[in-house]
């Protein structure tokens, strides 16, 4: 889940504790009437839209930039180079939802 990749990006155990219970704890009450009926959590843990999906999204994409410089650094993934004089190296760009990986044939 969540916590390994917190743990490596050195998040305070307190804070990683929050988050899961964030995450975990989920419930709703809807008002009839006037008034609110008994909460009742939901099944399925965060859904699109939620305010900590964001949160979430730039986590995993965290990891997937730390996993890609690993790849290259040991020589598992050949990023792509452009430019003669100041050369510029790259193995992925990310924007938004969207994710390039690049590389050379091999």
Not at 38 to 50: C, S
Not at 63 to 80: I, R, W
């Amino acid at each position: 889940m969540i916590l390994p990749f917190m743990h490596k990006m050195n998040f305070p155990w307190l804070w990683r504790k929050w988050i899961m219970v964030c995450v975990t704890t989920a419930s709703a009450s809807i008002i009839v009437n006037g008034s609110p009926i008994v909460e009742f959590r939901f099944e399925r843990r965060l859904r699109q839209g939620d305010s900590f999906s964001s949160f979430r999204f730039l986590i995993a994409a965290e990891d997937l930039n730390v996993l890609m410089n690993a790849l290259v650094n040991v020589c598992f993934f050949s990023n792509y180079q452009v430019g003669r004089t100041d050369i510029v190296r790259i193995s992925h760009l990310q924007f938004a939802d969207d994710t390039l990986l690049d590389g050379n044939k091999s």
